[in-house]
């Protein structure tokens, strides 16, 4: 029995650790939440959020497959892009830094211990209360693809959340400067967007 429950937590310790605090998400539960139309009919852009508790990481998991996960074989996306381009990495802020989603691996790569959310926050103080935000950031194009992607990504984020009673808002008021900084973009790339979500506060 003991021998059981050493190598359960062993196992367990491994599913956690697997890269230099890297995070190995849940697999993601591919069903439930309420139903697309009243989802549809239920987003909206909300700017309070429980401060004190952040996604479980089955919900994170959740909502970065809606977001950018691969949902076929061939290694195609839940959200479509221009010539299946994928031109966009998907960082992940938490309070203890900023991770980029590997959608193939279901993990989160440790990018920078630093908590940037006061980067992302600027001036709308509300959003230092999210305590999970979504960066979408590309090398911005001619034609503007990058953008529409984000634009198809954050719609579904925003739909998982609606279904999933989450707040969420889009947020485009970010100091783009420090942040190209604190992820150690290269030259090209640009932070083009954020989504701020959390659980509701208690209160709502
Ligand atoms: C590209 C984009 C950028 C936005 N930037 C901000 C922002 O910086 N701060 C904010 O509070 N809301 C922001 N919003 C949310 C809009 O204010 C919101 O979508 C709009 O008022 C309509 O409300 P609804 O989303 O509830 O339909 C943004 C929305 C989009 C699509």
Redesign the pocket.
């Known amino acids: 029995m003991i021998k059981q429950v050493l190598l359960a937590s062993i196992t367990g310790l491994f599913a956690v650790t697997a890269g230099a605090a890297d995070i190995q998400l849940p697999a993601p539960v591919q069903t439930g939440g309420a139903p697309l139309m009243t989802a549809i009919g239920a ?5 309070s959020f429980d401060a004190t508790h952040s996604l479980s990481p089955q919900t994170l998991s959740d909502l970065l497959w809606t977001t950018w996960g691969i949902s076929s074989p061939d290694g195609r996306r839940t959200v479509p892009t221009a010539r299946n381009l994928q031109n966009i990495d998907l960082y992940v802020a938490l309070g203890d830094g900023v991770y980029l989603y590997q959608a193939a691996q279901n993990k989160l790569q440790k990018i920078t211990d630093n908590d940037v959310r006061p980067l992302l926050a600027g001036q ?1 103080t ?2 230092l209360s999210a305590p999970v935000h979504l960066l979408f950031v590309a090398e911005p194009d001619e034609m503007g693809w990058a953008a529409m992607h984000a ?1 198809s990504m ?1 719609q579904n984020a ?1 739909l998982f959340c609606a279904a999933n009673h989450l707040s969420a ?6 100091d783009r400067e420090a942040l190209h900084q604190a992820l150690n973009l290269s030259e090209k790339q640009k932070v083009l ?1 954020e989504l701020a979500v959390g659980y509701k506060p208690v209160t709502q």
């Open positions: 987003r909206r852009s909300e700017r709308q509300f959003a634009g954050y925003g808002v889009v947020r485009g008021m970010i967007v």
